[in-house]
């Protein structure tokens, strides 16, 4: 597919812009007149990364790097620490951000690079944002993952709080441009400047997280400041607690919440909620296959990766990938309860952090709960809870004790207590650390 040659045709007659970022609106007819990187160094094959965001420039650079069938790294600057890491780890040649170029070198290649060149395909290296070691350097077929696009979908208007880097991010950006929709990109990811945008631009749907959502709850900014456009919010990239759930429904009884469930190790996942206030989901769509292995979640997909470029292969020889997520099930959905090595052992009886945590919720005052196993030398473990306090309110620490012993098995009451803010990394996620 030339996707610049493909998306001209389907907005040929369009007025609308495809794209609404500070610097204005944006047609796609119009995208062309933007200045672009210049690209006649770069060839088919090429490992680029691309520093960029959701505006004109990078948007168009990066359909033009598609087209020449290059091995695209899309990179934000909130990973810049990790830049030189990914660089190596992914086989960088070329760097692009704004107007710089830099090539680079390497003495070593890759077979699934190899296999994408000798093909003409392009490839997209995403990187993990795992719990457990350095990112894993994710390669997938690009020009097979374009392909999914070419059905014609429905599409609402979507604001892009997903970042360029992430496999959904990108998916909400392909999505909207081959449907003829809108995609606006926040000025920035304040509780208060999204609301804002959300209305400005009638915005229908905004994918978040539930980190994020709790900050919606608690900003006191809803449902007053909530634009009557928005019909759908969608939330993943980590588990939400019913507590949050549960409360938002209450306060938005015209929203329909939706559960989304994905891994850049597996390309696309479609998933479906149970209802708008459970966290029991149905994963399926076209060419995934699920099941339960001691309580963990298996899936195997077509359109998976090709392969780690700097780790062992994750699937086992028959193609299932182990999502390392300890899962209820039920009437063929499933219900995330936590990561399998986040498993808490005091004496023997096991549980997830979410249990403690979903209790720890319910006391007023507590914004954030973050709970853990820590060694102990006779149990094995203890549990360890770190609670954010809410704006301007004083924990009780010998209270929030008592209502522990009260609400929860002994084993499970926290056997340390610390009061701290709880980091939130700029993808809004709680900080795994």
């Known amino acids: 597919m030339n996707v610049l040659a493909e998306l001209s045709d389907r907005w040929r007659d369009i007025n609308d812009p495809f794209l609404i970022h500070s610097s204005g609106a944006l047609r796609f007819r119009d995208i062309t007149k933007h200045e672009s990187v210049d690209l006649s160094d770069v060839k088919g094959g090429d490992v680029v990364a691309l520093i960029g965001d959701f505006d004109p420039k990078s948007i168009l650079t990066l359909l033009r790097l598609i087209d020449k069938n290059v091995i695209l790294v899309p990179l934000?600057?909130?990973?810049?620490?990790?830049?030189?890491?990914?660089?190596?780890?992914?086989?960088?040649?070329?760097?692009?951000?704004?107007?710089?170029?830099?090539?680079?070198?390497?003495?070593?290649?890759?077979?699934?690079?190899?296999?994408?060149?000798?093909?003409?395909?392009?490839?997209?290296?995403?990187?993990?944002?795992?719990?457990?070691?350095?990112?894993?350097?994710?390669?997938?077929?690009?020009?097979?993952?374009?392909?999914?696009?070419?059905?014609?979908?429905?599409?609402?208007?979507?604001i892009n709080f997903l970042m360029f880097d992430h496999i959904g991010g990108l998916n909400t950006m392909f999505h909207t441009l081959f449907n003829k929709g809108t995609v606006v990109a926040p000025k920035s990811f304040?509780?208060?400047?999204?609301?804002?945008?959300?209305?400005?631009?009638?915005?229908?749907?905004?994918?978040?997280?539930?980190?994020?959502?709790?900050?919606?709850?608690l900003s006191g900014l809803i449902p007053k400041n909530l634009p009557k456009s928005l019909r759908i919010i969608t939330y993943g990239t980590e588990r939400m607690d019913q507590t949050t759930l549960d409360t938002l429904c209450k306060l938005l009884p015209d929203i329909d919440f939706r559960q989304t469930f994905g891994m850049s190790e597996?390309?696309?996942?479609?998933?479906?909620?149970?209802?708008?206030n459970s966290l029991f989901m149905r994963v399926g769509g076209e060419g995934i296959e699920t099941r339960v292995v001691d309580k963990v979640l298996e899936i195997r997909s077509k359109t998976r990766m090709l392969g780690y470029l700097n780790a062992e292969s994750p699937f086992d020889n028959d193609g299932w990938y182990n999502t390392g997520d300890m899962v209820e099930e039920r009437d063929g959905c499933y219900r995330i309860l936590g990561r399998t090595n986040e498993v808490i052992n005091v004496g023997g009886l096991k549980f997830m952090p979410s249990e403690v945590e979903r209790v720890a919720?319910?006391?007023?005052?507590?914004?954030?709960?973050?709970?853990?196993?820590?060694?102990?030398?006779?149990?094995?473990?203890?549990?360890?809870?770190?609670?954010?306090?809410?704006?301007?309110?004083?924990?009780?620490?010998?209270?929030?004790?008592?209502?522990?012993?009260?609400?929860?098995?002994?084993?499970?009451?926290?056997?340390?207590?610390?009061?701290?803010?709880?980091?939130?990394?700029?993808?809004?996620?709680?900080?795994?650390?």
Do not use: W
Not at 266 to 276: H, P, T, Y
């Open 76 to 158: 934000t600057v909130y990973t810049r620490s990790q830049h030189d890491y990914f660089f190596e780890s992914a086989l960088v040649n070329v760097v692009f951000e704004g107007d710089n170029v830099k090539r680079l070198n390497h003495s070593h290649t890759h077979e699934f690079i190899d296999s994408l060149r000798s093909k003409d395909h392009a490839g997209l290296v995403l990187f993990s944002t795992g719990t457990t070691g350095r990112p894993k350097a994710v390669l997938h077929d690009l020009t097979l993952f374009m392909e999914r696009f070419k059905t014609p979908r429905p599409t609402l208007k979507t």
């Open 190 to 217: 304040s509780v208060e400047d999204i609301l804002a945008t959300c209305s400005e631009h009638e915005i229908e749907v905004l994918p978040t997280t539930p980190t994020f959502l709790r900050m919606l709850l």
């Open 266 to 276: 597996l390309g696309i996942v479609r998933v479906k909620s149970e209802s708008r």
């Open 361 to 433: 919720l319910q006391f007023q005052g507590v914004a954030f709960a973050k709970a853990k196993g820590k060694n102990n030398p006779i149990t094995g473990q203890h549990v360890e809870l770190i609670v954010e306090p809410l704006k301007g309110a004083i924990l009780n620490r010998l209270e929030m004790q008592a209502f522990f012993r009260k609400t929860l098995p002994k084993h499970m009451c926290p056997q340390k207590l610390v009061l701290s803010g709880i980091a939130i990394s700029h993808r809004f996620k709680k900080s795994i650390t």
